[in-house]
């Protein structure tokens, strides 16, 4: 069974990066969507259970992911859901995942600031040099081409989106700065 879904939730283990054996690259961790109702009698939301489902990524994607999601991250992930059942002879079970071919943050939880990673660094590709004529150097062996792709590889790696939780706080490393409005820890499944 393949269909496409998308699931708002929490990553509930760290994201893990390997390879294949063709050495793409492949990201996967845990998703924890908690199903929550309200409930006019007691005027209270109710838990209804929690769907886990297992995430991959390929490629780009993967390697975004890493740089980007932490565990407790609240995440929108879109793509093809697969299910399957296995039989171990002892236990069997069902397994959900889902194969990504989009994920990014929640915003209804906090703000996200975009970063395209950055592409490395080549002497002979560097787009300040693009345009500019083969003797554009100051004369001294290509010296200057040299500094300006030194700098360029020399760039701070992107850093991780900051988090503003509704109510101002900053969230530093991907770790809450919850207040009493917001989920507590005992509200996360895992």
Known sequence: MSE???????????PELRRSSAGVPIAS??????????????????????NWYRVSAFRALAENGIASLRK?????VSGKLKVRDWDNGVKSGTDVDIEADAIGHDLRWGTSRFA????????????????APDDASDGANGEAADAA?????????????EWVVPGGSVLADGEPALSSKEPTEADVPF
Do not use: C
């Open 4 to 14: 496409t879904i998308t699931v708002s939730g929490i990553v509930a283990t760290p």
């Open 29 to 50: 961790f845990r998703l924890a969507a908690g199903q929550r109702r309200y409930d006019r009698a007691t005027n209270t939301w109710v838990d209804n259970g929690t």
């Open 72 to 76: 407790g991250d609240r995440v929108l």
């Open 116 to 131: 395209r990673p950055e592409a490395p660094a080549s002497p002979q590709s560097s787009p300040e040099d693009a345009w």
């Open 149 to 161: 792709s030194a700098a360029s590889a020399s760039a701070v790696e992107p850093r991780r989106d």
